[in-house]
């Protein structure tokens, strides 16, 4: 599956942004999807995950009450909404599909195959 994500920009602390990522190839209602991100200096990190169909979501503590993660499987679409950004917040965001087994954890990099180019989100203070 190939992954294509926007909707990254500038935006103050305290504002909104939502982030898309548009799928192709093989069939994306199939796959549980992911949303990571990648500080400058740091480690690429977990943010948010959705299954197949929308059903249950899992937020990292970070994001949690800030994001939501929420698909459209008729568009091929996965989106996640960001609110009261922080300046800590400033990443590049992957999304990815997920191709990991049952005892994959799902907050792990290692059982996403496929990943999407990413999209820059920087939060002024």
């Known amino acids: 599956v190939q992954l294509q994500a926007s909707g990254g920009g500038l935006v103050q602390a305290g504002g909104s942004l939502r982030l898309s990522c548009v799928a192709s190839?093989?069939?994306?209602?199939?796959?549980?999807m992911g949303w990571f991100r990648r500080a400058p200096g740091k480690e690429r990190e977990f943010v948010a995950t959705?299954?197949?169909?929308?059903?249950?979501?899992y937020y990292a503590d970070s994001v949690k009450g800030r994001f939501t993660v929420s698909r459209d499987n008729a568009k091929n679409t996965l989106y996640l909404q960001m609110n009261s950004l922080k300046p800590e917040d400033t990443a590049v965001y992957y999304c990815?599909?997920?191709?990991?087994?049952?005892?994959?954890?799902?907050?792990?990099?290692?059982?996403?195959?496929?990943w999407g180019q990413g999209t820059l989100v920087t939060v002024s203070s």
């Open positions: 990815a599909a997920y191709s990991g087994t049952a005892y994959s954890p799902f907050q792990s990099s290692s059982s996403y195959s496929y």
């Open positions: 190839g093989r069939t994306f209602s199939r796959y549980r």
């Open positions: 959705i299954t197949w169909n929308g059903g249950s979501t």
